[in-house]
Protein backbone atom coordinates (compact mmCIF):
# COMPACT_ATOMS: atom_id res chain seq x y z
CA UNK A 1 0.00 0.00 0.00
CA UNK A 2 1.58 3.44 -0.83
CA UNK A 3 1.86 5.96 1.96
CA UNK A 4 1.93 9.45 0.64
CA UNK A 5 3.35 12.42 3.60
CA UNK A 6 2.48 15.96 3.18
CA UNK A 7 4.95 18.69 5.09
CA UNK A 8 5.71 22.16 4.63
CA UNK A 9 2.41 23.85 5.74
CA UNK A 10 2.09 26.33 8.33
CA UNK A 11 0.74 30.37 8.96
CA UNK A 12 1.99 32.64 6.51
CA UNK A 13 1.20 36.76 5.64
CA UNK A 14 -0.43 37.55 2.69
CA UNK A 15 2.34 37.89 0.17
CA UNK A 16 4.20 35.49 2.00
CA UNK A 17 5.87 32.21 0.44
CA UNK A 18 5.54 28.44 1.17
CA UNK A 19 6.98 25.39 -0.16
CA UNK A 20 4.67 22.15 0.40
CA UNK A 21 6.42 18.46 0.36
CA UNK A 22 4.64 15.28 -0.32
CA UNK A 23 7.06 12.18 0.10
CA UNK A 24 5.83 8.70 -1.62
CA UNK A 25 6.91 5.19 0.11
CA UNK A 26 7.03 3.79 -3.37
CA UNK A 27 10.35 3.53 -5.33
CA UNK A 28 8.23 3.62 -8.65
CA UNK A 29 7.22 7.06 -8.08
CA UNK A 30 8.22 8.27 -11.17
CA UNK A 31 6.01 6.48 -13.10
CA UNK A 32 3.18 8.75 -11.79
CA UNK A 33 1.47 10.93 -12.14
CA UNK A 34 0.82 13.37 -9.22
CA UNK A 35 -1.52 16.12 -7.82
CA UNK A 36 -1.56 18.85 -5.47
CA UNK A 37 -5.59 19.27 -4.14
CA UNK A 38 -6.78 21.65 -1.54
CA UNK A 39 -10.13 21.60 0.39
CA UNK A 40 -10.82 25.43 1.71
CA UNK A 41 -12.98 25.59 5.07
CA UNK A 42 -16.21 24.48 3.82
CA UNK A 43 -16.10 23.85 0.74
CA UNK A 44 -15.04 21.29 -1.51
CA UNK A 45 -11.50 19.52 -2.18
CA UNK A 46 -10.28 21.02 -5.90
CA UNK A 47 -7.25 19.90 -8.03
CA UNK A 48 -4.54 22.71 -7.69
CA UNK A 49 -1.57 21.35 -10.02
CA UNK A 50 -0.66 18.23 -11.62
CA UNK A 51 3.06 17.06 -12.72
CA UNK A 52 2.43 14.06 -15.35
CA UNK A 53 5.27 11.22 -15.21
CA UNK A 54 7.04 13.42 -17.75
CA UNK A 55 7.57 16.33 -15.68
CA UNK A 56 4.76 18.28 -17.54
CA UNK A 57 3.11 20.47 -15.24
CA UNK A 58 -1.04 22.23 -14.77
CA UNK A 59 -2.48 24.37 -12.73
CA UNK A 60 -5.73 26.11 -11.65
CA UNK A 61 -6.29 29.40 -13.29
CA UNK A 62 -6.50 30.68 -9.22
CA UNK A 63 -2.86 29.75 -8.97
CA UNK A 64 -1.34 29.81 -12.34
CA UNK A 65 1.81 32.38 -12.26
CA UNK A 66 1.98 32.02 -8.49
CA UNK A 67 2.30 28.21 -7.73
CA UNK A 68 5.03 25.68 -8.89
CA UNK A 69 4.63 22.29 -9.18
CA UNK A 70 7.74 19.55 -9.13
CA UNK A 71 9.46 16.54 -8.61
CA UNK A 72 12.32 15.08 -7.75
CA UNK A 73 11.97 11.36 -8.78
CA UNK A 74 15.28 9.99 -6.57
CA UNK A 75 13.77 11.44 -3.48
CA UNK A 76 10.43 9.99 -4.25
CA UNK A 77 9.11 13.22 -3.61
CA UNK A 78 7.02 16.67 -5.53
CA UNK A 79 7.00 19.52 -4.64
CA UNK A 80 4.46 23.04 -4.42
CA UNK A 81 6.24 26.31 -4.16
CA UNK A 82 3.53 28.67 -2.95
CA UNK A 83 4.18 32.30 -3.51
CA UNK A 84 2.38 35.82 -3.33
CA UNK A 85 -0.02 33.79 -1.17
CA UNK A 86 -3.68 35.09 -0.69
CA UNK A 87 -5.92 34.66 2.43
CA UNK A 88 -8.16 32.60 -0.23
CA UNK A 89 -5.30 30.24 -0.86
CA UNK A 90 -5.99 28.87 3.45
CA UNK A 91 -6.67 25.10 2.90
CA UNK A 92 -5.92 21.74 3.43
CA UNK A 93 -3.08 20.48 1.16
CA UNK A 94 -2.98 16.91 -0.01
CA UNK A 95 -0.84 15.30 -2.52
CA UNK A 96 -2.36 12.56 -4.41
CA UNK A 97 -1.37 9.28 -6.77
CA UNK A 98 -4.50 9.60 -9.11
CA UNK A 99 -3.77 5.77 -10.42
CA UNK A 100 -2.88 4.10 -6.91
CA UNK A 101 -6.25 5.97 -5.89
CA UNK A 102 -3.46 7.35 -2.60
CA UNK A 103 -3.98 10.37 -0.94
CA UNK A 104 -2.02 11.76 2.02
CA UNK A 105 -3.16 13.34 5.09
CA UNK A 106 -3.11 16.73 4.38
CA UNK A 107 -1.05 19.98 5.66
CA UNK A 108 -2.69 22.85 6.68
CA UNK A 109 -1.93 26.08 5.09
CA UNK A 110 -3.33 29.57 6.87
CA UNK A 111 -2.82 32.90 4.73
CA UNK A 112 -3.80 36.07 7.46
CA UNK A 113 -3.84 39.52 8.16
Not at 37 to 53: D, F, N, S
Not at 57 to 86: H, P
Not at 98 to 104: I, K, S, Y
Amino acid sequence: QVRLVESGGGLVQPGGSLRLSCVCSTSLFGLYDMNWYRQPPGKQRELVATITKGHMTDYTAAVKGRFTISRDNDENTMYLQMNSLKPEDTAVYYCNLPDLRAWGQGTQVTVFS
